[in-house]
């Protein structure tokens, strides 16, 4: 199994920054890539931004590309998601995931998710 948790969450003003961080334990030998996503108030989970753990290439979902980055630590079996110039509509519960297959587009499938982070765009 491998555990992740999701940290830096919080308030921000529309048009300021947020850093998320996502912490991966266990068995993370077996992740292969990793992934943000984020599920706004009576919405459906949607895809955000993901990396490839060796290669480190990355892949974004278009409503992001230009404000979110995302980017890895092997070292430290972290993740992290920049998001900038942040807008109401980015108010939403981040959660970070991880899978065992290299990832190769937005429609990888995912095996750990973390319990979320909740992020709060004020106008």
């Known amino acids: 199994q491998v555990q992740l948790v999701e940290s830096g969450g919080g308030l921000v003003q529309a048009g300021g920054s947020l850093r998320l961080s996502c912490a991966a334990s266990?068995?993370?030998?077996?992740?292969?890539?990793m992934a943000w996503f984020r599920q706004a108030p009576g919405k459906e989970r949607e895809f955000a931004a993901a990396?490839?753990?060796?290669?480190?290439?990355?892949y974004y979902a278009d409503a992001v590309k230009g404000r979110f980055t995302i980017s890895r630590d092997n070292a430290k079996n972290t993740v992290t998601l920049q998001i900038d110039s942040l807008k109401p509509e980015d108010t939403a519960v981040y959660y970070c995931?991880?899978?065992?297959?290299?990832?190769?587009?937005?429609?990888?499938?995912?095996?750990?998710w973390g319990q979320g982070t909740q992020v709060t765009v004020s106008s």
């Open positions: 995931a991880a899978t065992r297959q290299y990832i190769r587009g937005v429609t990888t499938s995912y095996d750990f």
């Open positions: 990396v490839n753990w060796r290669d480190g290439n990355t």
């Open positions: 266990g068995r993370t030998f077996s992740v292969y890539g």
